[in-house]
């Protein structure tokens, strides 16, 4: 059933109540809608509702934009939702019933977003191999009911209050700790897929890092172009490789450190401007390394904001800093660069 709502708030608050009724449940918003779904979003999580979210990656005004960039994917990163990201349209197809088979878990209960660059893959047209729909329905398995409000036998409770007796509790134990089983259940989710489709995913991709020295940690569309730039260099005798993250939330610290601990120096990219500190991406990369014995250099490049084009002059430069401070063992470049920007280079920190 397709129920037309007043707004972004009003369209997720119906989700929350059609799951908490017992229904299988999802919508799709992007840029400044999801920003008016943000209250709703935290609530959704809280309640631990299985519901699933397209969101089509654009800038967040102002100034008004809409084109692609991460702001909104960066806006509702503590929201407790799991969030997938894809990096082509076929990845968007496929991450949508490994969302519903995670999320419906009765181990997990907990929402999720796909995400996908906003144009770059919403907009461009590319083939995508389906399921038949009842291969599909097969996967993601029959809808089963937890904690259903209209199960009158089982009478629950949802939107409490809690003050500082439980409040506490509830985020640690039953969200913070609950991701901690999400991500064994999203790569089990990836091996079943695999063998229905003959796609394999991992919950971060990785492109020549086998003995990689230098390596580019990226997001959505990027991934793909940054692999071909990687293929080039490598045709130079440059050991360059490629991360793409997968899964933003939970964040997989612990594949993340194992897969960049041999690198000389790695570039964080951030489709979305920090205002006033460094991008997103590069802080939770940090955090994976900080307590490893790598002694790679660390640098951040925001790009992309408002939908300009990432090109290949601009990863082919990306990786030239990144060779020049791993080939010295420290910082040759400023630490965080805006990269693809008209007019004067502006760089920071």
């Given at each position: 059933?397709?129920?037309?709502?007043?707004?972004?708030?009003?369209?997720?608050?119906?989700?929350?109540g059609?799951?908490?009724?017992?229904?299988?449940?999802?919508?799709?918003?992007?840029?400044?809608?999801?920003?008016?779904?943000?209250?709703?979003?935290?609530?959704a999580?809280?309640?631990?509702?299985?519901?699933?979210?397209?969101?089509?990656?654009?800038?967040?005004?102002?100034?008004?934009n809409?084109?692609?960039?991460?702001?909104?994917?960066?806006?509702?990163?503590?929201?407790?939702w799991?969030?997938?990201?894809?990096?082509?349209?076929?990845n968007?197809?496929?991450?949508?019933?490994?969302?519903?088979?995670?999320?419906?878990?009765h181990?997990?209960?907990?929402?999720?977003?796909?995400?996908?660059?906003?144009?770059?893959?919403?907009?461009?047209?590319?083939?995508?191999?389906?399921?038949?729909d009842?291969?599909?329905?097969?996967?993601?398995?029959?809808?089963?009911?937890?904690?259903?409000?209209?199960?009158?036998?089982?009478?629950v409770?949802?939107?409490?209050?809690?003050?500082?007796?439980?409040?506490?509790?509830?985020?640690?134990?039953?969200?913070?700790?609950?991701?901690?089983?999400?991500?064994?259940?999203?790569?089990?989710a990836?091996?079943?897929?695999?063998?229905?489709s003959?796609?394999?995913?991992?919950?971060?991709?990785?492109?020549?890092?086998?003995?990689?020295?230098?390596?580019?940690?990226?997001?959505?569309?990027?991934?793909?172009?940054?692999?071909?730039?990687?293929?080039?260099?490598?045709?130079?005798?440059?050991?360059?490789?490629v991360?793409?993250?997968?899964?933003?939330?939970?964040?997989?610290?612990?594949?993340i450190?194992?897969?960049?601990?041999?690198?000389?120096?790695?570039?964080?990219l951030?489709?979305?401007?920090?205002?006033?500190?460094?991008?997103?991406?590069?802080?939770?990369?940090s955090?994976?390394?900080?307590?490893?014995?790598?002694?790679?250099?660390?640098?951040?490049?925001?790009?992309?904001?408002?939908?300009?084009?990432?090109?290949k002059?601009?990863?082919?430069s990306?990786?030239?800093?990144?060779?020049?401070?791993?080939?010295?063992?420290?910082?040759?470049?400023?630490l965080?660069?805006?990269?693809?920007?008209?007019?004067?280079?502006?760089?920071?920190?």
């Amino acid at each position: 059933e397709f129920v037309m709502t007043e707004s972004e708030h009003g369209a997720m608050s119906c989700c929350i109540g059609a799951a908490a009724a017992g229904g299988r449940v999802a919508t799709a918003t992007s840029s400044q809608g999801f920003a008016l779904m943000l209250e709703t979003l935290y609530s959704a999580s809280g309640m631990r509702l299985p519901i699933v979210l397209n969101v089509v990656n654009r800038a967040i005004g102002a100034p008004l934009n809409v084109n692609g960039d991460h702001s909104d994917m960066y806006m509702g990163r503590d929201s407790g939702w799991i969030q997938f990201d894809s990096y082509n349209a076929q990845n968007a197809y496929d991450l949508n019933f490994i969302a519903f088979k995670v999320a419906e878990d009765h181990d997990v209960r907990l929402p999720a977003m796909i995400h996908q660059d906003g144009f770059m893959t919403s907009h461009t047209a590319q083939g995508v191999k389906t399921l038949p729909d009842d291969v599909a329905y097969n996967f993601v398995g029959e809808f089963k009911p937890m904690n259903d409000m209209l199960d009158l036998d089982h009478p629950v409770t949802h939107g409490v209050q809690t003050e500082e007796d439980w409040h506490f509790e509830h985020k640690a134990r039953q969200q913070h700790a609950l991701m901690t089983v999400v991500l064994p259940k999203i790569q089990a989710a990836f091996d079943e897929f695999e063998k229905l489709s003959g796609r394999k995913y991992s919950i971060v991709e990785t492109y020549n890092m086998e003995d990689a020295e230098f390596a580019v940690v990226c997001m959505g569309t990027s991934v793909e172009t940054a692999e071909e730039v990687s293929n080039e260099l490598r045709a130079k005798g440059i050991k360059a490789g490629v991360v793409g993250i997968s899964v933003f939330r939970p964040f997989p610290l612990e594949q993340i450190a194992s897969i960049l601990k041999g690198c000389k120096a790695i570039a964080a990219l951030d489709r979305s401007s920090p205002h006033g500190t460094v991008g997103a991406l590069f802080n939770e990369l940090s955090g994976a390394l900080f307590n490893t014995d790598t002694k790679a250099v660390m640098t951040n490049y925001i790009y992309g904001l408002g939908g300009r084009d990432l090109t290949k002059a601009h990863l082919h430069s990306i990786f030239s800093d990144l060779k020049a401070n791993g080939d010295a063992g420290k910082p040759t470049t400023p630490l965080q660069q805006y990269i693809g920007l008209r007019g004067p280079k502006l760089s920071f920190f």
